[in-house]
């Protein structure tokens, strides 16, 4: 009896490590980032969560492929990582914090033990740089002697920007992001020790976190910049996208505004409707092209080359709309001729006045402002709209009996920069793999239950020139030059040819001084 027991024991022992054995070969890989179930924002006028898609980045080869994979009953998105199958991304959700005034910046910890520090994201540069020493518009600083896992690299470094500059020298820690990943990993830190108008007043960032490529990461493009790092080690798709949600809000010098930094992909619950892409021009700053600007639905008629002298990109550390000045004085007079606002003091316009109303927002005064993107398809064009609520910027604090407004577009002299100011408008998909910038309708760019942002298109770009980047070939400069030099290349064979059936005639030409030979200014004429 009891060997039949224990038969039948050692039996079932057998058939269930079978089925848990194949029950496991079907189970999916774990999750490659922290799992945390948490309701979807819902919009105020809908009940429900709106349809969700996301697309996503190489290797998929087609957008179907980075569509929302699975939404779970409690509302738990589930974005599509192209290399490791499902991944959340909602712990990264309102992981920043700031305005467009003073930044947009994300905690992290770093060094063992951790300490604790706020970074400032930004788009437009490359290091990843933190105080090294105290200051006195910064709140902490990292200590490298109280870190056991910091190691110099004894590279000294100068980095210049629009404004400010800082000197230090790199090393390299471990850092791990609370609100992004559990785990740590090991990056390049340049340390500062003196800074000249970097680190400014009522600013709550003790570092800096450039996301653009290597090419300009100091003190040369050898170094591995953050993100890099943060792709090889983790193995996320190289793409990030980023939410700021300050659209409309005053500038109250709290920063507690709050915003997303999605580093692997796309989070579908942060944007609506469709993600319209832009090609990725040049990869050191984020280069795009620009083919026009409207002011009002006004074309300004400018050469679309205007728009991109130097360059035109996207920086999300830079707070303002920049222009080049031709196009700066083309918008100031077409805005100043389209808002209800019959004079209006240069001084807000050239920033360095407010204007203030008594208790009146002064939004419906101003028209909307267009930019337009060549697509993916070179083809096409598509356009992103920003409302007056998003350039027209409030400014808390200055008197309590009126409510006063910045302008928030200013002159440059080296580039055209679209800033956290436009920024704010939009989901914006820094989509490295593909060489692709896409654009869409942030969920949280409203301003009283009203969306402050908007995108249109296609539109056909036959009116356009083929390159609206000064300096860059176009098809129709290079058929001439080909043509041109076979042109010369039978010249040159016509004159060989000529001269070897009349040496005699040459010979004796030459010697006339009223006439040119082969070998002075024939040639040069021709090419005349």
Not at 52 to 73: C, K, M
Not at 241 to 251: K, T
Not at 351 to 358: E, P
């Amino acid at each position: 009896m009891c060997a039949l027991e224990e038969t039948q024991v050692l039996l079932f022992f057998q058939l269930f490590f079978r089925w848990t054995t194949q029950a496991l070969a079907q189970t999916p890989a774990p999750f490659t980032l922290p799992l945390k179930v948490s309701p979807i924002k819902l919009n105020r006028a809908s009940p429900h969560p709106p349809p969700l898609t996301a697309s996503l980045a190489a290797p998929l080869g087609n957008e179907s492929g980075g569509r929302l994979q699975y939404v779970s009953e409690e509302g738990l998105a589930l974005a599509m990582d192209p290399m490791k199958g499902l991944v959340n991304f909602l712990p990264m959700i309102d992981n920043l914090q700031g305005d467009s005034g003073r930044g947009y910046y994300l905690e992290m910890l770093i060094g063992t033990p951790p300490q604790k520090l706020q970074i400032l994201i930004d788009t437009g540069s490359s290091n990843f740089a933190v105080a090294g020493v105290p200051h006195s518009h910064t709140t902490s600083y990292f200590d490298t002697e109280k870190s056991s896992t910091y190691r110099s690299k004894n590279l000294n470094i100068n980095v210049k920007y629009t404004q400010g500059s800082w000197t230090g020298s790199v090393g390299e820690d471990v850092v791990t992001i609370p609100k992004g990943f559990n785990s740590t990993f090991l990056v390049n830190i340049a340390i500062i020790f003196e800074s000249e108008d970097f680190f400014l007043p009522e600013t709550k960032w003790n570092g800096i976190l450039g996301l653009a490529y290597s090419m300009l990461a100091k003190p040369s493009s050898s170094l591995e910049t953050f993100f890099d790092s943060l792709v090889k080690q983790t193995k996320i798709s190289n793409i990030f996208s980023i939410q700021m949600c300050g659209a409309g809000l005053p500038r109250d010098r709290t920063g507690t505004n709050g915003g997303s930094l999605v580093m692997g992909g796309i989070e579908p619950s942060l944007y609506k409707g469709d993600i319209w892409y832009t090609t990725i021009k040049k990869e050191w700053y984020y280069q795009i092209e620009i083919l026009k600007l409207e002011i009002g639905g006004q074309n300004l008629n400018l050469d679309c080359r205007e728009y991109n002298i130097e360059k035109a990109i996207v920086d999300s550390g830079t707070t303002l709309l920049h222009l080049p000045p031709k196009v700066f004085n083309a918008v100031i007079e077409a805005v100043s001729h389209t808002s209800l606002i019959s004079e209006f003091s240069e001084g807000f316009w050239t920033g360095s006045q407010l204007a203030c109303w008594n208790y009146e927002t002064p939004w419906s005064y101003f028209p909307n402002i267009s930019i337009y993107l060549r697509d993916e398809n070179s083809s096409k064009s598509f356009c992103i709209t920003i409302l007056p609520q998003l350039y027209i910027l409030p400014i808390l604090g200055i008197d309590s009996n009126y409510e006063c407004y910045r302008f928030g577009i200013s002159s440059s002299t080296n580039a055209l920069v679209i800033g956290a100011t436009v920024m704010e408008g939009f989901y914006v998909v820094f989509d490295r793999a593909q060489k692709r910038i896409g654009f869409a309708l942030s969920s949280c760019a409203e301003v009283d239950g009203i969306p402050v942002s908007e995108i249109s298109g296609p539109f056909s770009t036959d009116d356009i020139t083929s390159s609206c980047i000064p300096g860059s070939p176009s098809k129709e400069p290079v058929l001439w030059i080909v043509s041109y030099v076979l042109m010369s290349l039978c010249g040159i064979i016509f004159l060989i040819l000529m001269s070897l059936m009349f040496p005699f005639c040459s010979l004796h030409c030459s010697r006339d001084p009223s006439l040119v030979n082969d070998e002075s200014c024939l040639v040069q004429h021709r090419w005349k």
